[in-house]
């Protein structure tokens, strides 16, 4: 383990480097496996080959935008386009698939209301609780 800032050895308890006053894991001039001196926002340690940890902001919708992001999720709330183009696909399905049910639901319900009001709804007796 070696400092990101100076290249100075640590021991794996230490929480700063003792060399630069550097907290351990910050910097990105040195390789933090052998030590040695690489390029700047390097992905890649040219020396060892250890991948290099690369501080990424945080992004809240997936670099989507808040306002049509909000638009989407209110008028089109059932298809979850909103999640699909956030990248959460797996929530977007399972919304589509959630309207769908409970648009079947809402149909059969419907086409009761429609049997109901020209008298020929049957009960099932073997339905009723
Ligand atoms: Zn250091
Ligand atoms: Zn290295």
Do not use: W
């Not at 989407?72 to 309207?99: C, D, Q, T, W, Y």
């Amino acid at each position: 383990m070696n400092c990101r800032n100076c290249g100075a050895e640590l021991n794996a308890n230490q929480a700063v480097c003792l060399k630069c006053g550097v907290k351990v894991g910050d910097g990105n001039q040195f390789c933090p496996n052998c030590g040695s001196a690489v390029a700047e926002n390097a992905g890649v340690c040219l020396n060892c080959g250890v991948a290099l940890k690369q501080e990424e902001a945080p992004k809240p919708l997936n670099g989507q935008d808040k306002l049509v992001m909000i638009l989407l999720a209110l008028l089109l709330s059932g298809f979850g386009i909103h999640n699909f183009l956030m990248g959460e696909v797996k929530k977007g399905v399972f919304r589509i698939v959630m309207s769908f049910v409970c648009s079947i639901g809402n149909i059969l319900s419907i086409v009761d209301a429609i049997k109901i009001a020209t008298d020929t709804y049957v009960v099932d007796p073997d339905k009723l609780v």
